[in-house]
C-alpha cells in the first residue's frame, strides 16, 4: 500500500499537569498548568511539529479531558481519526508533576481503569498500519489487557504490511503486577521490532536484571528483529548500536535546565524524523539530544517540542555546524 503516513503511534494520550511552583516539592505545590500528556501523544505532537505526517491510535475518556486532548492534538497536525472515545465510563489519565529543582523532577500518575488500557484490536485499523511508514510502539501501552492485544495486533499488522516497528520502552511502574510480567512483554515486543529505544534503566527492567551491560543487551536482542537499538543514559548522553556491529556515542547538549521529564520523548520524535529524512544514525543522534536539550529547558513535554529550524539552530550554536 502506498505509504501515506510518516508514523503512527499506538498507546495513551493523556493529560500533564505541571506544577507553576518551580524548584518546589510537591507537597508546597499549589497550581499546575494542564498540557497533554502520554509518551506516545507526545512523541506525536513531537513529529507533527518537525512536519511529519503523524496518525494516533488510542482510546480517551467521554468527557473534558478526552475531548480537550483530541482537539489540541488535532491543531498541532496529529490526525485523530482513529481515536475510539470511551462508552464504558473509563476516565482519561492524569499525571501530575513535580519540579524540585533542574536536576530532580518526578512524577505521580492515576492510571487505575484509565481509557487508553482499553483500546481492543478490534479497534485498531489494518489501513492505517498499512498506509504508515513507521508504527510507534509505547511500553506503557503493553501494561494490561486488551491494550496489550491491540498492540500485539498492530505489530503483526506492521509485518504484513513491511511497516517499520519502533518500540520506546517507556516504562511506567503503574498498573503491571510484577517485574517478571514487565520482563515477558517487554522482551517479547523488543524482539518483534526493528528499533528499541530505552534507557539503560528500562533495558533493566526488560532484562529483568541489575547487570546493565550494554553489549550484553544488544547481542541478545540482535537475534532477533531489531537492526537498531538506542540505550540512553540521561545528561550523560546515549548510544547507538546497529545490528551490523557499528556502536555510535551521542552527547547531550547543554541546556537552561528547567525540569529534567520530556527529554525522552521529544528524543524520540527528532531521533526518529532524522532518520526518516534518510540521515545517519549520528545525525539521528545529534537531532535528538538538541530536541531533548530544548524541552527540558521549556515547561510542557508537548508544547514544548522544538521545529526543525530550533534543533539546527541550537546544533549549529553549539557544535559549529551541523
Ligand atoms: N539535563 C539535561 N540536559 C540536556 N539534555 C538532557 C538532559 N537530560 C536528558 N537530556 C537528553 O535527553 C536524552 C534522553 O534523556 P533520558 O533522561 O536518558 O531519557 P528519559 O527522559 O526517557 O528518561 C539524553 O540522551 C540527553 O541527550
Ligand atoms: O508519559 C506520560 O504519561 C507522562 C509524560 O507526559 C510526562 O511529560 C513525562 O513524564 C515525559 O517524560 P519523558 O519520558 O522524560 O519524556
Known amino acids: ?9 499506538i498507546g495513551r ?52 479531558h478526552g475531548r480537550y486532548i483530541t482537539k489540541y492534538m488535532e491543531d498541532a497536525g496529529v490526525d485523530m ?23 530532580e523532577s518526578n512524577i505521580i500518575q492515576y492510571r487505575d481503569e484509565v481509557a487508553d488500557l482499553y483500546i481492543r484490536p478490534d479497534e485498531v485499523k489494518e489501513e492505517t498500519i498499512a498506509s504508515s511508514k513507521i508504527l510507534l510502539v509505547s511500553g506503557t501501552a503493553l501494561a494490561q489487557s486488551p491494550s496489550r492485544e491491540a498492540v500485539l495486533y498492530a505489530i503483526d ?3 504484513q504490511h513491511d511497516t517499520r516497528v519502533i518500540f520506546e520502552i517507556d516504562y511506567r511502574p503503574y498498573t503491571w503486577k510484577s517485574a517478571e510480567e514487565v520482563s515477558v512483554y517487554y522482551t517479547l515486543v523488543a524482539q518483534l521490532s ?9 533495558f533493566n527492567m526488560l532484562e529483568n536484571s541489575e547487570e546493565a551491560d550494554n553489549a550484553k543487551t544488544v547481542e541478545k536482542l540482535f537475534n532477533y528483529r531489531p537492526e537498531l537499538i538506542v540505550i540512553k543514559h540521561g545528561v550523560q ?5 546497529t545490528k551490523d556491529g557499528q556502536v555510535y556515542d ?26 526518516n529524512q534518510g540521515k545517519g544514525v549520528e545525525d539521528a543522534l545529534k537531532y535528538g539530544a538538541a530536541s531533548a536539550a530544548i524541552v527540558v529547558s521549556r515547561h510542557s ?22
Open 194 to 202: 526493528d528499533v528499541v529505544i530505552g534507557t539503560r534503566d528500562e
Open 13 to 64: 494520550a493523556a493529560l500533564d499537569l505541571n506544577s507553576i511552583e518551580i524548584n518546589r516539592p510537591m507537597e508546597e505545590t499549589e497550581s499546575f498548568r494542564k498540557y497533554v500528556g502520554g509518551s506516545p501523544a507526545n512523541i506525536a505532537i513531537g513529529q507533527a511539529k518537525l512536519g511529519q505526517k503523524v496518525k494516533f491510535i488510542g482510546k480517551v475518556g467521554d468527557e473534558h
Open 81 to 103: 481519526s482513529d481515536v475510539v472515545v470511551d462508552n464504558e465510563g473509563h476516565m482519561t489519565g492524569l499525571t501530575f508533576t513535580e519540579i524540585k529543582s533542574p536536576s
Open 157 to 159: 499488522l506492521a509485518h
Open 237 to 241: 548522553g546515549s548510544h547507538a548500536y
Open 301 to 322: 513535554s508537548s508544547e514544548a517540542m522544538p521545529t526543525v529550524d530550533e534543533i539546527e539552530a541550537l546544533i549549529i550554536e553549539q557544535d559549529g555546524s551541523l
Open 1 to 9: 500500500m502506498n505509504k501515506t503516513i510518516d508514523l503512527v503511534a
Open 250 to 275: 551521542g552527547k547531550a547538549y547543554k541546556a537552561n535546565v528547567v525540569k529534567t521529564f520530556g527529554a525522552g520523548d521529544s528524543y524520540a520524535a527528532a531521533f526518529i524524523y532524522a532518520l
